[in-house]
């Protein structure tokens, strides 16, 4: 069944620690909020640290929530060897290529990919991963090397051709932009400080689920 990608939260350690929580307790809060999946990003952390923070996520999401692992397929192995209800990774453009990621993680697991122009995404289409991120949307301070902002019009433009993985939109993403992207076409859209560096995590996802059912039609 595909996965439901409508909200979906990227963590960040440092601004869930700015607002005084761990990014296990952001990530539960934001899914009583109603998030449909989580990726667990890490930009600094070692390989231990990163696997003790995903059995930790693991630990607390429902079983309708996706889980995916950013970059790191050594450490989505290792959390789904030791147990951890963990459904795929997601790579970037200077990550490992996708074959190679899919031989290592094997059919099932989901596979995500950035893509930012449309070569990217007829590569992503080649090669059959399960979604892409699409960005930057907006400006954003998270990702030092997010490409030039698209905008709603950009975003839909570069999904215009027939063919391509569901489409999440990623960068700077706030509530109102929901409506619009579900309209143009996307699969969902990626959130980072929209709910980490929230006050309230959980009534920010519920800002942003709302938003997404406005889209519809």
Not at 1 to 26: F, N
Not at 116 to 139: C, I, Q, S
Not at 180 to 185: F, H, I, K
Request: hydrophobic share 50%.
């Amino acid at each position: 069944m595909r996965p439901d990608l409508s909200v979906y939260l990227v963590t960040d350690t440092a601004q869930c620690a700015a607002r005084g929580r761990t990014v296990p307790e952001t990530v539960a809060a934001a899914v009583a909020g109603g998030v449909t999946a989580v990726q667990v990003r890490e930009k600094d952390a070692g390989g231990r640290a990163f696997l003790e923070q995903v059995r930790a996520v693991a630990d607390v999401l429902p079983a309708h929530v996706t889980l995916l692992v950013n970059d790191r397929v050594d450490v989505y192995l290792a959390a789904r060897a030791a147990g951890a209800r963990v459904h795929g990774v997601h790579v970037g453009q200077s990550d490992l290529p996708v074959a190679a990621v899919r031989d290592l993680v094997g059919a099932d697991a989901l596979l995500g990919l950035s893509a930012a122009t449309p070569g990217e995404l007829a590569e992503a289409a080649a090669a059959r991963v399960d979604h892409v991120g699409v960005g930057a949307l907006h400006a954003t301070t998270t990702k030092a090397d997010a490409p030039p902002a698209l905008g709603i019009e950009g975003f839909a433009r570069l999904l215009a051709p027939a063919g391509l993985p569901p489409a999440v939109a990623i960068g700077g993403v706030v509530p109102a932009d929901l409506p619009a992207l579900r309209r143009a076409g996307a699969a969902g859209a990626a959130i980072v400080s929209g709910i980490c560096a929230a006050a309230d995590p959980e009534t920010a996802a519920r800002r942003y689920v709302a938003a997404w059912e406005r889209g519809v039609g």
